[in-house]
């Protein structure tokens, strides 16, 4: 299973960014893809997630209403949809993968999933 993720960068506050995750390898039927993220000196935080059939999704309280998880199948490819930007979204931002049970909750903390891409930088700055 292989997972790159991109689209980061260099955003002012109330900017926007889209991120990319594209997948390859996952043969699960059903699975779960996630967006995390980690700032220097914090602990990997769960941003958003997505299932690929039923359509659960997670979103941290913390971009609730400011970002927007997507995904399209044919492409086994996930977004996140970044918009009002705000300083304290800078960090590293990384997407896993995992196989799910279709009818268990979606899955939300890291340490949940299996298979991860390397991070891309996201940096909200003036």
């Known amino acids: 299973v292989q997972l790159q993720a991109s689209g980061g960068g260099l955003v002012q506050p109330g900017g926007s960014l889209r991120l990319t995750c594209a997948t390859s390898?996952?043969?699960?039927?059903?699975?779960?893809t996630g967006w995390f993220r980690q700032a220097p000196g914090k602990e990997c935080e769960g941003v958003s997630c997505?299932?690929?059939?039923?359509?659960?999704?997670f979103y941290a309280d913390s971009v609730k209403g400011r970002f927007t998880i997507t995904r399209d199948n044919a492409k086994k490819t996930v977004y996140l949809q970044m918009n009002s930007l705000k300083p304290e979204d800078t960090a590293v931002y990384y997407c896993?993968?995992?196989?799910?049970?279709?009818?268990?909750?979606?899955?939300?903390?890291?340490?949940?999933?299996?298979?991860w891409g390397q991070g891309t930088q996201v940096t909200v700055s003036s």
């Open positions: 997505i299932t690929n059939d039923d359509g659960m999704i």
């Open positions: 390898g996952v043969t699960p039927d059903h699975y779960a």
């Open positions: 896993a993968a995992r196989a799910v049970i279709i009818t268990s909750p979606i899955p939300k903390a890291a340490a949940e999933y299996d298979y």
